[in-house]
């Protein structure tokens, strides 16, 4: 057998450990982007439905006055809804296009959203003529299913003038 070998370490050509440099933080790795992302886009999404959310607020109000119109007399019932509906109007459509129609001109405005023409040919046409006639019989019932329906196919309501 041979015999050990005494190695003196110091003569080995061996140098010292250098440890790498730090980690930088930037560029983020490709996980970093994905979550930056998704943050961005539900930030995006949380922003747009806000805007919807309180767009469609006096929609809300709107179909919750007319739920409490449901309850009244039909007397007071007509003039109450003809007022629910121009109010609505106003909140969704410039003041121009809506504010000053009267007569058939309102109700071909209501018809607007509808192909058969309701309000005109139908049981809307009472929110003109029905004040002006005596003992006038109306389907209340009916009239509140389509102004609801009207309320319900509003366009959401506009903030300061430019449509969401």
Known sequence: M??????????LPLRDIHLPGPVSWWPPAVGWWF????????A??????????LGGRSRRLALAELERLAQRPEAEQLAALSLLLRQAALCSFPRAEC????????LAFLDRPFKDRPFSQGVGR???DAPYRPNSVIDSDEL?????????????????????
């Open 2 to 11: 041979s015999a050990a070998v005494s190695i003196d370490p110091q003569a």
């Open 35 to 42: 979550v930056a992302g998704l943050v961005l886009l539900l």
């Open 44 to 53: 995006i999404a949380g922003v747009w439905w806000w805007r919807r959310w």
């Open 99 to 106: 504010a000053g129609l009267h007569g058939e001109a309102w």
């Open 126 to 128: 009472c929110l003109v």
């Open 144 to 164: 509140l299913a389509l102004c609801r329906s009207w309320l319900k196919l509003l366009p959401l309501a506009r903030s300061k003038g430019v449509r969401p």
